[in-house]
């Protein structure tokens, strides 16, 4: 398997989304980049029957397995086996543009020093319903996770290899929020973040309510694992998650001055689920971390 000119290593965490594969691998066939300069890793985590079928070692297409439950072990796992100098991140539940490669390898290697968080960009039904709204209003903004948070969703995210023996991998414990704690590690070692919009990958807002508090419930869950390791107390965990991600009012600016969103109907329909998500974040949290509290 050697090979000096592999540039970038595509790393693909799956998990009961055999569907979501061919669609991505189809979406990596037809890059704009040079194809003998990348390889693909898709890493099976269960759930998907058998991924063999997918691997194409002679087109640098691999499927690797994991066992221990959760997306980050798997990227993990991909890294661990890439030989590009540059790791190129995405979800199986993405789509691709096609110059999506070229244009983060262009940028990761331009800044001779940095990671680059690629644009998310939201699609919707022709109809969307209320949560679509929502998501397509707040969710995967890149660009001001980038500048003021200083870290970059593991969604559309090219690392230089090198960062990775430098920062270490991401924490495998961790089912949600793992991009945001090795993103601080990253920052605190004086790595850079930049925001790259000409890396576009798509993805689908979720339609129903079930499937995005669901979502939401593993957020709130990763952050309270993340936060719990700077706070010395109980009482401080709770304020600071209540503060930071619970009354997220900064989604309530953004739902109103949204270019996202057209006219007010749609921002009054988004405007819903925020108030039904703050509840729901609020219990979650003391939900989280009373566990947190039960478990010292």
């Known amino acids: 398997m050697k090979n000096t000119h592999i540039t970038v290593s595509v790393v693909v965490p799956v998990f009961q989304n055999r569907e979501g594969v061919k669609a991505l691998l189809r979406d990596l066939r037809a890059q704009t980049f040079p194809r003998e300069q990348m390889e693909v890793i898709v890493v099976d985590n269960g759930g998907n029957g058998d991924l063999a079928e997918f691997a194409d070692p002679a087109h640098g297409v691999f499927v690797l397995r994991e066992s221990a439950a959760g997306p980050y072990a798997c990227r993990n796992t991909g890294i661990r086996h890439a030989r590009g100098v540059v790791i190129a991140l995405t979800d199986s539940d993405c789509r691709l543009a096609p110059n999506w490669l070229a244009a983060g390898v262009r940028q990761v290697l331009s800044l001779q020093g940095g990671v680059v968080a690629?644009?998310?960009?939201?699609?919707?039904?022709?109809?969307?319903?209320?949560?679509?709204?929502?998501?397509?209003?707040?969710?995967?903004?890149?660009?001001?996770?980038?500048?003021?948070?200083?870290?970059?969703?593991?969604?559309?995210?090219?690392?230089?290899?090198?960062?990775?023996?430098?920062?270490?991998?991401?924490?495998?414990?961790?089912?949600?929020?793992?991009?945001?704690?090795?993103?601080?590690?990253?920052?605190?070692?004086?790595?850079?973040?930049?925001?790259?919009?000409?890396?576009?990958v798509y993805h689908r807002a979720k339609a129903s309510f079930v499937p995005f508090f669901r979502r939401m419930s593993r957020v709130v869950d990763g952050l309270v694992s993340v936060e719990k390791r700077r706070q010395g107390t109980f009482f401080a965990l709770l304020l600071s998650l209540l503060k930071d991600y619970s009354y997220n009012f900064s989604n309530l600016r953004v739902i109103l001055m949204s270019g996202r969103l057209e006219g007010i109907s749609q921002r009054v329909r988004a405007l819903w689920v925020w108030c039904i998500l703050q509840g729901v974040c609020v219990l979650q949290v003391l939900r989280s971390c009373s566990t947190e509290e039960r478990c010292r």
């Not at 290899?161 to 270490?168: L, M, S």
Request: glycine letters at 10%.
């Open 118 to 200: 690629g644009r998310i960009v939201v699609t919707t039904s022709a109809k969307p319903t209320a949560v679509e709204l929502y998501e397509q209003a707040t969710v995967f903004r890149q660009e001001d996770i980038v500048s003021k948070r200083q870290y970059a969703l593991t969604g559309n995210m090219f690392v230089p290899r090198a960062f990775f023996d430098r920062v270490g991998l991401f924490n495998a414990s961790l089912l949600s929020g793992g991009d945001y704690e090795w993103g601080d590690r990253a920052s605190r070692r004086g790595v850079s973040f930049s925001f790259g919009p000409d890396a576009v």
